[in-house]
């Protein structure tokens, strides 16, 4: 990534734009970034930071004070950042949101919301790519595969953090390595595999305790019928077995008492079931034998029935035929009674009335027809004539309007000569006078200025008094709601402390109501409890009354704190107003606020005056000019219009001469044209209205012959017959009904005496048989009800045995489960607790390093080694920085020691007993390999321009030639690196230089290329 060109405008110090052409500084590989201390060299990295991810490094950024206090209101902030990244140009244009002065307000703002233009050149021309500021800080991030900490890290290298990062502990180390290398999915990682360790233990827990319910509900499913002297809570699998042997014992016994009841109620139900059976036999051969007779007496109505029915299909075969001849002579006589008035139209109509000798009828071949389709031709042919001369009517409508509206013109334009002579008169008087009192308004509006910032003031005044008295009132309020909430505070903890007291004097027993039979005292261990102490009635509940007590005591201590802080706040507030003269005589105030308002009133009227006075006065002066202007139009505008007055008036004398002729008496032409279509419309009715009557007849002939051969080949004598025979639908429908009905009970009855058991009955009825009787059949139901009841007594005491156990069954598979589970959960649980313990630096981890801790070591490690290699060449040869993971003392954390090995010594040292020159050189080498490192991480960027801070104060001479030498090795391969610094020997040895200059309006930029020195 290469930055080409930097444009500033209101952007931090610099008031106007200025512009940076980074591609003419880097001719040089190497230049130097100076200015006075506050100028704004640190403001331009934070442009370029700007431009490309929307914000700038550390605690500068807050996008309210971006913009330049010195810049003009309307300027709007904006930092344009030309670059190069993988062989691709971009332009970024950003202006962060600003305060806009408002068009309407005169001393009032308009929020600017931020913008973002991000554009790629492509072929030649700048191509947009994104104008939002979220989208366009993503691309840019996508592209140089940097996020905004990276780039700050990687390109702009600032030494004060270095020289720290050298003399701090592992600690300190650890932080500053985290917030440049981000090793957050590490912690993430630690803390996930702690919740994970949990999770297993509470799995674990859950397993086991899975075991032991399983355990319980066996126990007490093997009591419900087993002995309980027999029956021990247990999680042993032969505890089960045994009472599964037992319950199986239990089942066989249960299973014989059933069968043997079952059979007894089996015969039971079976002679009760005959004497049921041949009851409702005779009862449905009686019901039988007294439908058929009630059938035999319908017969006789039935049949007529039918008859009425065929008769009736008969018919329908003709409704249809008749319906249609019925439609037909309908449409005949709508057809006649249309053409009959139709007919009556023509023959009304004026034009048209000679074309008729009489009113008798009319068909389609009489000679009157033939008159009519003459006329209506001929009629047609003239409206053809006649509408193509309906334009020229209203050209002569348009001409005369025309022609009345000149004259018309021509009187208002002479009367405006004379009005326009007569205003220029009084005109030049007015000017006079409006000047002399433009004059006297001059000098009053003066001290506007003055009066209002005296109104201003007083006004505060009157202001922060008005608001002291306010809060004098709320400050009383909030000290009575402050007493009352700490009252109340006293008496929530006195409550709370006595219910505590009262539950610790009965926390025996409290304990003693959780004891068990047969279950271990949590005190004294023993499984017998002869006496536990009783807890009174009135204190059984006392856990959760206090814990009630205790939450409300702390909802009123919060209370307490919120009302002392509103009370402070109050009081602070006053204090404030009291400064800004809240405290002094409000009638002295207000008298004074009221004087300095009415001179400020005085003196803004003046200034109104004046201001509308020289308005009026330059207004009046366009005025008598544009007066003069008009005069001279007016008179040339007269001179055009009586000539054309004149042509006007011979073409509408033309005009109206043609049109007259061809109106033939009408009042105008467009209604001869409306008589001539309304009359060629009625013959066209007319004609068309014959040609259906004549096609309407012709069908109904048609028709009628149709229907007489179809009545011809019926069983009917005539159409009338027909109709007489023919029902209505719903007639019909309850017709078929009736028969249907009689002829379904009659297959019913007949299928009733046919039943074999009915056929049965009669049998024994004839063979001398008696139905049971009522009683007889109730007596034999009660006994078969008994011994089915006592059969289901027997079922339902097998059934429970059984359940009990399939039920054994399934916990028995359940426990061996659940064993089986508990082991892997078990070990699994194992792994992670180690695992966790191990990635945080406790358990069998010797050094005491956290996962992320060993990450940020292996990143130290490699900076150590980027580091050196730029160290060396620094220092001759003579230093170097090594990664140091001895153990640290009293179970400190270890992994991120750094030493310098001094080789003049062949001895490693701490970093803290470097020198001030030689800590500058390993800091700058330390921020080198730095970005080198983070570098690589971002996927091997090639980062083509670079920006080193401060620091080079510190170096004598030779060690200044040796940094200059490591950094002149930075630009191998077409890398630009710009030197932050205002040391006096550096800008003697950078020629190419971009000095900030530092003035009382704001800070301007210069580019120098200098000559080296030597």
């Not at 700038?56 to 300027?75: C, E, F, N």
């Not at 702009?156 to 990062?165: D, E, I, K, S, T």
């Not at 023919?726 to 009970?745: K, N, P, V, W």
């Not at 400190?892 to 003049?904: N, T």
Request: a negative charge; charged letters at 30%.
């Amino acid at each position: 990534m290469r930055i080409s060109r930097l444009e500033i405008q209101a952007f931090g110090p610099f008031a106007g734009r200025e512009v940076i052409d980074f591609d003419d500084l880097s001719s040089h590989g190497l230049f130097l970034l100076n200015g006075p201390t506050g100028a704004g060299k640190t403001s331009v990295l934070d442009a370029v930071c700007f431009a490309l991810y929307g914000s700038v490094p550390g605690a500068r950024q807050d996008g309210k004070r971006l913009r330049s206090d010195h810049a003009d209101p309307a300027t709007p902030p904006e930092v344009l950042c030309r670059f190069t990244a993988s062989g691709r140009s971009f332009e970024v244009v950003r202006s962060p949101a600003w305060q806009r002065p408002s068009a309407r307000a005169a001393k009032g703002t308009t929020p600017e919301q931020a913008k973002t233009l991000l554009r790629e050149l492509v072929d030649g021309s700048w191509e947009a790519k994104s104008t939002r500021n979220d989208e366009a800080a993503q691309e840019i991030t996508d592209l140089l595969g940097m996020n905004a900490k990276q780039f700050t890290r990687v390109v702009m290298l600032p030494q004060g953090q270095f020289a720290a990062f050298l003399r701090s502990d592992a600690k300190d180390r650890q932080d500053l390595l985290q917030q440049l290398f981000g090793t957050e999915r590490f912690t993430s990682v630690e803390r996930q595999l702690l919740d994970d360790a949990a999770v297993a233990g509470e799995r674990l827990r859950d397993a086991e305790s899975d075991i032991e319910l399983i355990a319980g509900k066996a126990a007490d499913e093997a009591a419900k019928h087993l002995d309980r002297e027999d029956v021990s809570p247990g999680s042993e699998q032969s505890q089960l077995e045994g009472w599964l042997v037992g319950i199986e014992e239990l089942v066989d016994n249960a299973s014989q008492a059933a069968a043997t009841a079952r059979s007894r109620a089996e015969t039971a139900r079976t002679e009760h079931r005959k004497l049921t059976d041949r009851l409702e036999r005779f009862r449905k051969l009686q019901v039988a034998r007294e439908a058929e007779t009630s059938l035999d007496k319908q017969a006789a109505a039935h049949a007529d029935r039918r008859e009425r029915q065929q008769w009736h299909r008969a018919a329908e075969l003709l409704h249809t035929r008749i319906q249609a001849m019925r439609s037909a002579t309908a449409s005949l006589e709508e057809c006649t009674a249309a053409t009959q008035w139709q007919r009556q139209a023509v023959i009304d109509h004026p034009l048209t009335a000679t074309a008729f000798t009489g009113n008798e009828p009319l068909s389609a071949s009489d000679a009157i027809v033939e008159n009519i389709e003459a006329a209506k031709a001929e009629i047609d042919a003239r409206l053809a004539v006649l509408e193509s001369q309906i334009p020229k009517e209203r050209e002569l409508q348009d001409k005369e309007n025309r022609l009345s509206a000149l004259g018309a013109q021509e009187s208002e334009l002479a009367s405006a000569a004379d009005q326009v002579s007569r205003q220029s008169t009084d005109l030049d008087e007015n000017i006079a006078a409006v000047a002399a009192r433009a004059d006297e308004k001059r000098e009053r509006a003066g001290t506007v200025d003055q009066a209002a910032a005296e109104k201003e003031r007083t006004r505060a005044v009157v202001a922060a008094i008005a608001e002291r008295n306010r809060l004098l009132q709320q400050d009383e309020e909030l000290s009575g709601r402050h007493q009352r909430l700490r009252r109340q505070q006293l008496d929530a903890k006195e409550r709370w402390l006595e219910l505590l007291r009262s539950r610790l004097e009965h926390a025996a027993g409290e304990m003693a109501r959780r004891l068990e039979e047969d279950s271990p005292c949590p005190v004294c261990g023993s499984t017998e409890h002869p006496q536990p102490s009783e807890v009174p009635e009135a204190v059984r509940d006392s856990d959760q009354q206090e814990e009630e007590a205790r939450q409300q005591q702390e909802q009123a201590d919060s209370r307490v704190q919120e009302a002392d802080q509103d009370l402070q706040a109050v009081r602070q507030q006053l204090a404030v107003l009291a400064s800004q003269g809240g405290d002094a005589d409000p009638t002295a105030a207000e008298a004074e606020a009221a004087a300095a308002a009415s001179t400020a009133a005085e003196a803004a009227e003046a200034a109104r005056q004046q201001q509308e006075l020289a308005g009026k006065l330059e207004a009046l002066r366009a005025e008598s000019t544009a007066l003069n202007t008009r005069s001279q139009e007016i008179s040339g505008e007269l001179t055009q219009l009586r000539a054309d007055a004149k042509s006007l008036q011979e073409t509408v004398a033309t005009l109206a001469e043609e049109i007259r002729a061809a109106k033939d008496g009408h009042e105008t032409l467009q209604k001869r044209v409306a008589a001539l279509q309304e009359c060629s419309r009625l013959m066209g009715q007319y004609l068309e209205g014959m040609r259906k009557e004549d096609t309407a007849r012709k069908h109904l002939d048609a028709v009628a012959a149709d229907v007489d051969e179809a009545v011809a080949e019926s069983v009917f004598d005539s159409v009338t017959a027909a109709g007489q025979a023919l029902l209505s639908h719903q007639e019909a429908g309850a017709l078929d009904s009736r028969i249907q009905d009689y002829e379904a009970e009659q297959h019913r009855v007949r299928a009733a005496l046919c039943e074999e058991s009915v056929v049965l009955a009669a049998q024994e009825q004839e063979a001398g048989v008696t139905a049971p009787g009522e009683a007889e059949v109730s007596r034999q139901g009660a006994a078969a009800e008994d011994t089915a009841a006592t059969a289901e007594e027997a079922v339902v005491a097998h059934r429970m045995v059984q359940s009990s156990l399939e039920h054994l069954k399934r916990l028995h598979e359940e426990l061996a489960a659940a064993l089986e589970t508990a082991g892997p959960v078990r070990e699994h649980s194992r792994q992670l607790r180690e695992l966790a313990d191990l990635v945080r630096g406790t358990g069998e981890n010797s050094y005491r390093m956290t996962l992320s801790t060993y990450v940020l070591a292996a990143r130290l490690e490699q900076v150590a080694i980027s580091a050196t290699e730029r160290l060396a060449t620094m220092t001759s040869d003579r230093y170097s920085l090594v990664y140091d993971d001895s153990r640290a003392a009293r179970n400190a954390k270890s992994g991120l020691g750094l030493q310098v090995v001094d080789e003049w010594t062949g001895q490693a040292r701490d970093t803290s007993t470097l020198s001030g020159g030689e800590s500058f050189m390993a800091s700058l080498a330390l921020a080198l390999g730095l970005a080198d490192v983070v570098q690589q991480e971002s996927g091997g960027v090639d980062i083509e321009t670079l920006f080193v801070d401060e620091g080079f104060g510190s170096l004598d001479e030779e060690a200044l030639e040796q940094v200059m030498d490591a950094l002149e090795g930075l630009r191998d391969g077409g890398r630009v690196v710009g030197l932050v610094s205002h040391v006096p020997e550096m800008k003697q040895r950078i020629p190419a230089q971009l000095q900030i200059v530092k003035g009382r309006n704001g800070s301007t930029v210069q580019v120098r290329q200098l000559e080296p020195v030597g």
